[in-house]
């Protein structure tokens, strides 16, 4: 299993190699590389697709720290380096759109375009904070529970045959991860205002079903940007749309990659 050593943390990361234009994605929260297999499996024919575990979340070793997702964009940036990738185009789904945007932000002139999935630019909601935060308490307290799990796998992917899959993999994590991750979720900056500073080409995908973000953040986005290529409406999607619905999500990313210049 490949891990390279950034800022102090020893992340996982897949790789597909190639000399094809580099397309890095991020997961979302309480998610992990593996959340991208649809699009690795069918991108990686053209272009070398690398998808990698943030901190706190799959098989990433961090130092259980406080970070914010600043911290995560300088952890990306670090392995674009470590695999001696330039220029990319980056990937996000919910916390990793929260990345990707700050990314861009940070280094604008290593981001080719951006794909941003189920995300947004503000902070949570008052009322969402205190919901989150009471879930992130008691599973770092208590360890994995089937309800409260049902209920996260529900709001999050929202497809009973892929939900097991995951509440496996919850119940082999380590729940105290969640603690510092949950940090840099709820307590978050607001990058709205900065939006407009984004000059590369931006599509946007989302789920029509999507509770946890509504759909509305991905049309502010498209609004505020000079260079979007528009929000893919994944109709009957919840907020991991390109893991439930790949057949719209993967071929939307393939037509955007394509129409990007050399």
């Known amino acids: 299993m490949p891990f390279a050593e950034v800022n102090g943390q020893h992340l996982r990361y897949e790789d597909t190699g190639g000399d094809g234009p580099p397309v890095i994605l991020s997961h979302g929260f309480l998610m992990d590389h593996e959340m991208f297999a649809p699009q690795i499996a069918e991108l990686s024919d053209t272009y070398r697709v690398v998808a990698w575990d943030a901190r706190g979340f799959g098989e990433t070793e961090f130092d259980g720290e406080p970070f914010t997702y600043w911290d995560s964009a300088s952890d990306l940036f670090g392995l674009l380096d470590h695999l001696g990738i330039e220029r990319a185009v980056l990937g996000g789904m919910s916390q990793g759109g929260y990345v990707a945007l700050r990314a861009a932000l940070l280094q604008p002139d290593r981001v080719r375009a951006l794909i941003l999935m189920d995300t947004q630019a503000p902070p949570e909601t008052p009322d969402k904070i205190a919901e989150y935060r009471e879930m992130i308490d008691t599973w770092s307290a208590h360890g994995y529970l089937e309800e409260l799990a049902s209920g996260v796998a529900g709001l999050i992917i929202a497809d009973p045959d892929l939900e097991p899959e995951w509440k496996a993999k919850w119940q082999r994590w380590d729940p105290s991860r969640l603690r510092p991750a949950g940090g840099a979720l709820l307590d978050r900056d607001d990058i709205t205002d900065r939006v407009p500073e984004l000059a590369m080409p931006v599509l946007l995908v989302h789920g029509s079903q999507d509770l946890a973000i509504p759909v509305e953040r991905a049309r502010e986005i498209c609004a505020a940007v000079d260079d979007c290529r528009g929000v893919i409406e994944v ?28």
């Not at 939307?252 to 050399?262: G, K, M």
């Open 235 to 262: 109709e009957g999607a919840a907020h991991a749309a390109n893991l439930t619905h790949p057949h719209i999500v993967t071929p939307a990313i393939r037509t955007f990659l394509e129409s990007l210049p050399a």
